[in-house]
């Protein structure tokens, strides 16, 4: 048998490699390799795939994420909510803005964001240590690459008047319902880091809006403030463009992803048909699909089926091993162990296993049959 890969890229180039390649080819030719043709084109087709208006790309998740919050205006003295059980860019760029991250448990069954301990942080804000903080946005993540509750989320935002930015670097194709992921509520982000289900050849981003207003205050924030021209500069922004080179390459892989994330969903389906009964899945909402960025299941038994795997040399990952509430980095918010305890638990019991389309029947069969050994 080969090697199972935990996220197969070199198979997805034996598909599209020569395309891609003759796409990045055409950039050196022409040489705009900054905001060449292919970047505006790329924007245009995310527009067209996830029904959002505007579209800026950009250089990172984490600076889509930085962006958005600095075109929202989000400074020193606002409260920004989000989950602790997310990767680490999600809550660093409310910190490096110098507003503070309010860290709100996550539901037990879909280990999103819980909209019911949203409301109740909302309305107890100033009743406790946040005194003089201004309650301004929330950005709840997708997890895994399933949305989070945006119906309630949203309502519970317009009530407090709330700005709502979806992080969806995971979720990129996922669906509620008709909706798209990226454009389920007022802004959306998401990256292209290789791993992601929409990968590029390095590091890119994107953000989603349909806001126009907003739209132009992410183009200017962009390239360093722009204005009416490069050397017109009217507020604080940054180098944040993305890369002619990794547009070419999206472009490409663009074209195949809606197939590459129909081959995803067949292969979550099988991995819970055959591990039904042996561990606890990520709850999967009626109306609700995934784009599976990880396939990732908790279980008592963790330790036991990690050694099975190593073992037999299937990779896995722990996604998250420490929530972002007992990380180092935020200490001076003087939270403690026993704060967020869904989030505690799952970051204790979560495993991730390969999930990338090109994993074959019978690999997905030696996957399954190994962790049922391990739990059995
Ligand atoms: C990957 C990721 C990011 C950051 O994206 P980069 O492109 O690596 O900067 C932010 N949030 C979440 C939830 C992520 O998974």
Known sequence: METIEFVDLKTQASVIGTDIKRSIDRVI???????????????????????????????SGTDALLMA???????????????????????????????????????????????VK????????????????????????????LPADYQTINKIAHKYNLRVIEDAAQSLGAKVG??????????????????????????????????????????????HGKGQHKYDNVRMGINGRMDTLQAAVLIQKLKIFKGELRKRDRIARKYRERLNGW???????????????????????????????????????????????????????????????????VADTILSIPMHPYLSDEHIDFITQTIVSAVN
């Open 29 to 59: 030719s022409h040489g705009r390799f900054i905001m060449g043709s292919e970047v505006y084109e790329l924007e245009e087709k995310l527009s067209d795939f996830t029904g959002a208006k505007h579209v800026v790309s950009c250089s």
């Open 69 to 115: 919050l600095m075109a929202i205006g989000i400074g020193p003295g606002d409260a920004v909510f989000t989950s602790p059980f997310t990767f680490i860019a999600t809550a660093e760029v409310i910190g490096l803005l110098g507003a503070v991250p309010v860290f709100v448990d996550i539901d037990k069954d879909t280990f999103n964001l819980d909209p």
């Open 118 to 145: 949203l409301e109740q942080a909302v309305k107890n804000f100033n009743k406790g240590d946040n005194t003089g903080l201004t309650p301004k946005c929330v950005i709840p993540v997708d997890i895994f690459g």
């Open 178 to 223: 008709n909706n798209m992921a990226c454009n389920l509520t007022h802004a959306a982000t998401t990256s292209f880091f290789p791993t992601k289900p929409l990968g590029c050849y390095g590091d890119g981003g994107a953000i989603f809006t349909n806001d126009s207003d907003l739209n132009e205050k992410l183009i200017s924030i962009r390239v």
């Open 279 to 345: 561990i606890q899945f990520q709850k999967i909402q009626d109306k609700y699909t995934s784009a599976w960025a990880q396939f990732s299941f908790l279980s008592k038994d963790r330790r036991k089926i990690i050694t099975k795997l190593k073992i037999n040399k299937i990779p896995y990952a722990i996604y998250y091993p420490k929530p972002l509430h007992l990380q180092k980095a935020f200490s001076m918010l003087k939270y403690k162990k026993g704060d967020f305890p869904v989030a505690e638990k």
